[in-house]
């Protein structure tokens, strides 16, 4: 049965209650002390106690406020939720997107939470847990930073450019990831990995960052700043016109878009393991 979603409005208003509490509750376990609960992918991806807490804390306070709503989370998945019903509410969770920095006492990661109305997403906040900057978009709404309305950069010369990028957890993929850094280097002003994929976009945003590219982003990683990223006018988008994806995530502005492709395409950048 077709449902009518909440307008993306009030999407936003939970996100940013939910999201708030927990980013408060991962600043307050990594005052605490920090450590390794377990590895997964490989010995380097790291999850720690506070990765899980602050998922099973949005995972709790969604299913007070919206039962009926799916929830896709990096830490326990889907859950028992099934298959959204048209006009149903996803909600995607990156409790903690920057765990090694957050490790580390990097102050560079963030609690990312989107909602998506018919596989698109609609709504979207992204907030540092150290300096508690936040990002927020709706679709159609634009993209803002603690009231501030965001306009990505100008920048139309590839060569002028600081790029953000990200590698993945898997030594094979790093190793392609850094022949394609390898090759860009030298064309871009700068290239920067700060190491938490929310918030790269969101700096791309606000023209903190010109670009941003990274292979192997899974949902909760794209969705929260991906929408605050195009929603201040950046291009996101895969190579070759597909849709930005775990292959591969460009966002640029328009101006810089096709010169960057171009040269991730020639790199071979969604390419290898
Ligand atoms: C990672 C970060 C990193 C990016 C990786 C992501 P996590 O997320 O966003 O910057 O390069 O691809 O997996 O594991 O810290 O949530
Ligand atoms: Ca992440
Ligand atoms: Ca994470």
Redesign the pocket.
């Known amino acids: 049965m077709h449902r009518s979603a909440p307008s993306s409005r009030e999407l936003l208003a939970i996100a940013l209650d939910v999201a708030r509490a927990a980013a408060a509750t991962a600043y307050r376990m990594r005052v605490e002390g920090v450590s390794v609960a377990a590895t997964k992918s490989t010995v380097t991806d790291v999850?720690t106690a506070a990765?899980r807490a602050v998922e099973r804390q949005v995972l709790d306070a969604l299913r007070q406020l919206r039962p009926d709503d799916a929830v896709l989370g990096?830490?326990y998945g889907t859950g028992d939720t099934g298959p959204v019903a048209p006009g149903g509410v996803r909600w995607i969770v990156?409790?903690?997107?920057?765990?090694v920095n957050y490790l580390y006492g990097l102050p560079y990661s963030a609690v990312?939470l989107a909602a998506e109305v018919d596989g698109v997403v609609v709504a979207g906040v992204v907030r540092n847990v150290s300096t508690g900057e936040e990002w927020t978009a709706t679709a159609g709404g634009g993209a803002w930073r603690d009231g501030v309305r965001l306009r990505c950069s100008g920048e139309a010369d590839l060569g002028q450019a600081l790029v953000g990028t990200g590698f993945g957890y898997a030594a094979d993929r790093r190793a392609h990831q850094a022949t394609v850094v390898a090759g860009l280097i030298a064309h871009v002003r700068d290239i920067r990995r700060l190491g938490a994929a929310a918030l790269d976009l969101c700096l791309v945003a606000e023209g903190r960052l010109d670009a941003y590219f990274e292979k192997g982003l899974a949902a909760?990683?794209l969705a929260a700043g991906g929408l605050v990223a195009a929603e201040a006018g950046v291009r996101v988008a895969g190579l070759a016109g597909r849709p930005p994806g775990p292959d591969l995530v460009v966002a640029a502005p328009p101006a810089l878009f096709a010169p960057l492709h171009d040269r991730l395409a020639e790199l071979d950048a969604a390419g290898g393991p």
């Open positions: 999850v990765d990096e830490e990156d409790p903690i997107d920057g765990t990312s909760w990683d």
